[in-house]
């Protein structure tokens, strides 16, 4: 007897030690520092809304072994409903929890979901003028976020001595065969890719060759104006009639025929 009896004191023992037990405190934002001090820096330098509108406590709700809300998912607080991006699968292949501003493309095999989801106007531009830019990957040309490459990083020059921002006076990044340009451009930019035109208005004596090619060619690539845009009609009717088109006369606009 003596045996079973020491083990029901033990059990009651352990009983009382149960009901007398004091809970430990719950956990405090502060306490996390104790132990989290590289991961509140990351915070503290990269956070962004992270830092500043949430604690450690609100999203990490329970601390392993207890719980299962350690880690919350991010539609704790980013429902896909509010935003297109929200709806973008796989947020840990761009954003890390503690430094959601420091985008890192690396991890991601497709950015472009992600990214023309923040940035429609350039997705856009990539669908409605193709080019072989349009079938990369957003990641190919910005490495991380906010970053470009030059374009001659990837494309050589039309002239010696051409800068990023001489590509720029005609070809936009996300629809570079879009060409378009002010009414300044130097014809040289023109003559880089039609020699053969900028040759011939150099040997005219016409007025023509005092002109810029964007004169003509004005603010869109490819647009070709008709001769009565800046002449009308110089000839009487019926030399009009006899000759209706100008060149059959006067030879190309770039090297006329007096």
């Known amino acids: ?99 959601p501003t420091q985008i890192d493309f690396r991890r991601a095999s497709r950015t472009n979901e992600a990214c023309s989801s923040c940035h429609p106007a350039q997705g856009g531009e990539l669908f409605d003028y193709p080019s072989n830019h349009s079938i990369l990957d957003c990641k190919d040309c910005h490495l991380e976020h906010g970053q470009y490459l030059d374009c001659l990083e990837c494309h050589e020059p039309h002239l010696n001595g051409q800068s990023y921002a001489d590509c720029r006076l005609c070809h936009q990044p996300h629809s570079p065969l879009k060409v378009v340009y002010l ?8 003559e880089a890719c039609h020699p053969g035109p900028g040759k011939r208005l150099q040997q005219t004596v016409t007025k023509h060759g ?4 964007v004169y003509c060619h004005k603010s869109q690539h490819k647009r070709i104006p008709t001769c009565e845009t800046c002449h009308f009609k110089p000839h009487d009717a019926g030399m009009h009639e006899q000759f209706p088109k100008c060149v059959d006369c006067h030879g190309g606009p770039h090297l006329l025929i007096n």
Do not use: W
């Open 1 to 99: 007897m003596r045996p079973l009896a020491f083990l029901c004191f033990l059990v009651f023992m352990l009983h009382c030690l149960n009901a007398f037990a004091v809970e430990a405190p719950p956990l405090q934002a502060d306490d996390c520092q104790m132990c989290h001090t590289d991961i509140l820096a990351t915070v503290a330098e990269f956070g962004g809304k992270h830092r500043d509108a949430v604690t450690c406590i609100e999203c990490h709700q329970e601390h392993p072994p207890r719980g299962t809300n350690a880690i919350p998912a991010c539609s704790l607080c980013h429902e896909p409903q509010d935003k297109d991006h929200y709806q973008v699968s796989n947020c840990l292949g761009c954003h890390k929890p503690h430094s």
């Open 183 to 190: 009414n300044t451009l130097d014809s040289r930019h023109c």
């Open 210 to 213: 005092l002109l810029l090619c």
